[in-house]
């Protein structure tokens, strides 16, 4: 069956970085975008990038453009989350999610577990 | 940039009843809406995708309705599993595609 697993998150010092991973399996990975969702302790769901089923068009919630970068490595059939200058309100559990269709709209119709980020000095 | 705006916040039901739950976006959307269902401790799960088609695996009591900037989501008759938290989500044309702030569904 279709699966998404994360991992790479942990606690993190305020301006230090962290690279998160996504592997999935079960699917063609290179037919569908990709996204990156978080949700803070207690709190909603924040949808944060997108990239395309070929890499070609990656975009960003306003919160982490800039800092964060997403990107795809297709024969590994993973998703990265590259956060950078990370701050107190990063700290969330991070989600992986498949498109509907290679530009990731339609819907977010499958979900990791999540990897927790703690941002603490 | 468009924002979704859920209501209400916390809506007490009882099993067996109808519940109907809204979202507004800022601004037209069409049919590009989702919603989702997050239960405590779990990962979220997509319910409804272009307004009113169910995803795979969802059950008939989950329907979905609207176009522009109002949307519901009804649930026919609410099963105990049905309690949990429920969002909406954008796909127009361009990202960011964000989410309402979500809807708790609570046992009365």
């Known amino acids: 069956q279709m699966q998404l697993v994360e991992s790479g998150g942990g606690v993190v010092q305020p301006g230090r970085s962290l690279r998160l991973s996504c592997a999935a399996s079960?699917?063609?990975?290179?037919?569908?975008?990709m996204h990156w969702a978080r949700q803070a302790p207690g709190k909603g769901l924040e949808w944060l990038a997108v990239v395309w089923h070929d890499g070609s068009n990656k975009y960003y919630a306003d919160s982490v453009r800039g800092r964060f970068t997403i990107s795809r490595d297709n024969s590994k059939n993973t998703v990265f989350l590259q956060m950078n200058t990370l701050r107190g309100d990063d700290t969330a559990t991070y989600y992986c999610?498949?498109?509907?269709?290679?530009?990731?709209?339609?819907?977010?119709?499958?979900w990791g577990q999540g990897t927790a980020v703690s941002v603490s000095s | 940039e468009i924002v979704m705006t859920q209501s209400p916040d916390t809506l007490y039901m009882s099993p067996g009843e109808r519940a109907t739950l809204s979202c507004r976006a800022s601004q037209s959307i069409g049919g590009k809406l989702a919603w989702y269902q997050q239960r405590p401790g779990q990962s979220p799960r997509l319910l409804i995708y272009?307004?009113?088609r169910r995803a795979t695996g969802i059950p008939a009591r989950f329907s979905g309705s609207g176009s522009g900037t109002e949307f519901t989501l009804t649930i026919s008759s609410l099963q105990s599993e049905d309690f949990a938290v429920y969002y909406c989500q954008h796909f127009d044309d361009w990202p960011p595609w964000a989410f309402g702030q979500g809807t708790k569904l609570e046992i009365k």
């Open positions: 079960g699917f063609a990975f290179n037919n569908f975008g």
């Open positions: 999610a498949k498109g509907g269709d290679p530009d990731g709209s339609f819907g977010m119709d499958v």
């Open positions: 272009d307004a009113f």
